[in-house]
């Protein structure tokens, strides 16, 4: 089936440091979307990429779609504290019927 | 407007017993989906209504989880009976019926099989 694979697993930076997260897939992905997952918490929709090249920004968050839809990163600024959690890339399954997870990468920050 | 509420919040059971986990989504939203995370791995899916049509159940680990959605409005899922391996938080998460659209989850039900 569809798998959307993620890494690192596991990110620990210093405060202020640059975090970056990437996710590959073998097969075309229609979109893909980014949750953030707090400790405790459950996943909170960040944003949704659909065209090919696609960069979208928010405030210290830059996400980007690859040219050819298969890949896509999430890369943090100047980290905070306030960062951590577990980043969840996912995109719809060929049959638009399920969003398929990555398995996440946990950022800590440490101050 | 109130988000996907999930009910009960933190379960403990023991092997062998029930639990009904209960999702209310989004009020207007078609869809609906049962997510289920495991400690430290991936949000797994289990499956998808639309209204009251189970749309993709492939995700459904075997016989003793049975979902429902009687009416398209709210979903159930019970676990019986309930096997160690069953703890972890379960997601339900709820979206407007266009296609494309974002999910929003709930808050999560916590269970602990011991």
């Known amino acids: 089936g569809q798998q959307v694979m993620q890494i690192p697993q596991y990110q620990h930076v210093q405060e202020g440091e640059d975090f970056t997260t990437y996710c590959n897939s073998s097969t075309t992905l229609s979109n893909i979307q980014w949750y953030k997952q707090r400790p405790g918490g459950h996943p909170v929709f960040l944003i949704q990429l659909v065209k090919s090249g696609e960069v979208k920004k928010q405030k210290r968050l830059t996400f980007q779609f690859g040219e050819a839809k298969k890949n896509s990163s999430l890369h943090i600024t100047a980290t905070q504290t306030t960062d951590v959690g577990t980043y969840f890339c996912?995109?719809?399954?060929?049959?638009?019927?399920?969003?398929?997870f990555g398995k996440g990468t946990t950022l800590s920050v440490s101050s | 407007e109130a988000g996907v509420t999930q009910f009960p919040s933190h379960s403990v059971i023991e092997k062998g017993q029930t639990v009904t986990l209960r999702c209310d989504p989004i009020?207007?939203?078609?869809?609906l989906y049962w997510y289920r995370r495991v400690m430290g791995k991936e949000i797994k899916f289990l499956l998808h209504?639309?209204?009251?049509?189970?749309?993709?159940e492939s995700g459904m680990p075997n016989n003793r989880f049975l979902a429902e959605r009687t009416g398209g409005t709210y979903s159930t899922l019970k676990v019986q009976p309930a096997e160690l391996e069953d703890s972890g938080v379960y997601f339900c998460a709820s979206s407007p019926p266009q296609p494309g659209n974002t999910i929003y989850f709930g808050e999560g039900s916590w269970l602990t099989v011991v």
């Open positions: 009020s207007g939203h078609d869809n």
């Open positions: 209504f639309v209204k009251e049509s189970k749309q993709d």
């Open positions: 996912a995109s719809p399954n060929q049959a638009g019927t399920a969003l398929i």
